[in-house]
C-alpha cells in the first residue's frame, strides 16, 4: 500500500519508515507534488494533526496521514503541548525551546511529563486518529546526541537513558509515536 507521510520533519519521516513494513511505502510530501509548508494553525494536538492530513488529501487527493506531538509537562500546566514546536517564539530552533524549558523548570521539583502523539490518517477521504503516549521526566541538563526535538532533556519512565542517548530502535520501541504508529499498522493491516 502507498501512503503519503504528512511531514516535512526528516527525522520523523525516517523514524516512520522503520516502523512500517515491507507492506507499506512511505511516499514524502516531496513525492506527491507537495514542497509548500503544511498549516497547523489548530489549538491542539488532534486539530493540527487533522489539518495536515486535510489539507494533503483535498489538495493532492492522495490516501495519507499526518502526526503532532506535544510535549506536556506538569509542572509548566502541559505546556509546551501544541507549541512544542515553537515554544521559543516563530523563529526558534529546537536548542532554544530545550533552553528556555530547561530555564522554566530550573526551580522545579516535579519533573513528571509525557509526550503525546496524534495520528490522523485519510484514507479514501474517511478521518480515523490513533494517539499514543510516553510518560517520562525532564532532566536538568540535556544528555545524547541521537533524535530530535527535545529528546536530549526527555527519560522515559522506567529508562536511565534519555532519549537522545537511545539508538533509534531503543527509541522506536517505546516511544508515543511507535505506540500511535502501532495502533495505525493494527488498523491498517487487513
Request: glycine share 8%.
Amino acid at each position: 500500500m502507498q501512503i503519503c507521510f504528512a511531514t516535512n520533519n526528516k527525522g520523523k519521516l525516517q523514524e516512520i519508515k522503520t516502523l512500517l513494513d515491507r507492506n507499506f511505502t512511505i511516499k514524502s510530501l516531496q513525492e506527491v507534488g507537495c514542497n509548500e509548508e503544511l498549516p497547523e494553525t489548530r489549538t491542539t494536538i488532534e486539530g493540527n494533526s487533522l489539518q495536515k492530513a486535510e489539507f494533503v488529501w483535498r489538495k493532492y487527493n492522495v490516501n495519507c496521514f499526518a502526526d503532532d506531538t506535544g510535549l506536556e509537562i506538569e509542572a509548566l500546566n502541559g505546556e509546551p503541548g501544541v507549541y512544542s514546536a515553537r515554544y521559543a517564539g516563530p523563529d526558534c530552533n529546537p536548542e532554544d525551546n530545550m533552553v528556555l524549558i530547561l530555564e522554566k523548570m530550573k526551580e522545579k521539583e516535579n519533573r513528571k511529563a509525557q509526550f503525546r502523539t496524534c495520528i490522523t490518517l485519510i484514507l479514501n477521504g474517511v478521518v480515523h486518529q490513533f494517539e499514543g503516549i510516553v510518560k517520562g521526566e525532564i532532566l536538568y541538563q540535556k544528555r545524547g546526541e541521537h533524535g530530535f526535538g527535545y529528546d536530549p532533556i526527555f527519560k522515559p519512565e522506567g529508562h536511565e537513558k534519555s532519549f537522545a542517548e537511545m539508538n533509534m530502535e531503543e527509541k522506536n520501541s517505546i516511544s508515543h509515536r511507535a505506540k500511535a504508529v502501532e495502533a495505525l499498522v493494527k488498523f491498517l493491516k487487513p
